[in-house]
């Protein structure tokens, strides 16, 4: 396993519910993204959060709204979403700084809006 | 322009045969060049990577071509095998504001090889 952890791993909701993901990580890192995997479509990222402090948002629709407490821990909410909003969504995490800039990603959540 | 131009988007091979997946880009800005793997139920897990001033990498099996001048990179997996079927994603990484760094996938390849 990576060292990232996500819950729930499949989520069914309807379009006037209110549900969030969680991502925790266990590697120490210090940035955390949160991206939306849909098929046939490049991976795309939504959140970027580097020491707490949310330093990315690529223009994602306002029914979805991350959180980062700390370091360790990541949240997704979501809100009145759309049937399109389908999709896996996957949460990484990586440590700035770090000379190979890899990312650490988890299993995702796949999520169904119905 | 941020896009990272992926091909093919499906191949199949037979195993002991050589699977090549090529990837081209845009932007210059580009400083770091990874190649993911993705096991279906799996999220995608870093297999090899490539800085821009190295032309070639190879680890095991797995070896990334780059041509700086073309803004082009291609996986080679030799010898291939049943367990290498998988999607893989080309990326590209820069530097976002702070420290943080962003990575642009490409649309990726659904490797199958025929056992």
């Known amino acids: 396993e990576t060292g990232v952890t996500q819950t729930p791993r499949h989520l069914v909701m309807g379009m006037t519910n209110k549900k969030s993901l969680k991502c925790e990580q266990h590697?120490?890192?210090?940035?955390m993204y949160w991206y939306k995997q849909s098929a046939k479509k490049p991976l795309e990222l939504m959140f970027v959060?580097?020491?707490?402090?949310?330093?990315e948002n690529n223009s994602v629709p306002s029914r979805f709204s991350p959180e980062c407490p700390n370091s360790s821990h990541l949240f997704l909410h979501l809100h009145t979403l759309q049937p399109e909003d389908s999709a896996l969504y996957l949460c990484a995490s990586s440590q700035t700084g770090s000379p190979s800039y890899e990312q650490y990603f988890g299993p995702g959540t796949r999520l169904t809006v119905t | 322009q941020q896009q990272v131009k992926q091909s093919p988007q499906s191949l199949i091979v037979q195993k002991g045969g050589i699977s090549i997946i090529n990837c081209a880009y845009e932007?210059?800005?580009?400083?770091?060049f990874p190649w993911y793997q993705q096991f279906p139920g799996k999220g995608p897990a870093l297999l090899i990577a490539?800085?821009?001033?190295?032309s070639e990498k190879k680890e095991g099996r797995f070896t990334i071509s780059f041509n700086k001048s073309a803004k082009q990179f291609s996986l080679h997996i030799m010898d291939s095998q049943p367990g290498d079927s998988a999607t893989y994603f080309c990326?590209?990484?820069?530097?976002?504001?702070?420290?943080?760094?962003?990575?642009?996938f490409g649309s990726g390849t659904q490797l199958t090889v025929l056992p």
């Open positions: 490539i800085r821009p001033d190295v």
């Open positions: 959060y580097s020491l707490e402090e949310r330093v």
């Open positions: 990326a590209a990484a820069w530097a976002l504001s702070g420290s943080a760094r962003q990575l642009t």
């Open positions: 590697l120490g890192h210090n940035a």
């Open positions: 932007n210059t800005a580009f400083d770091y």
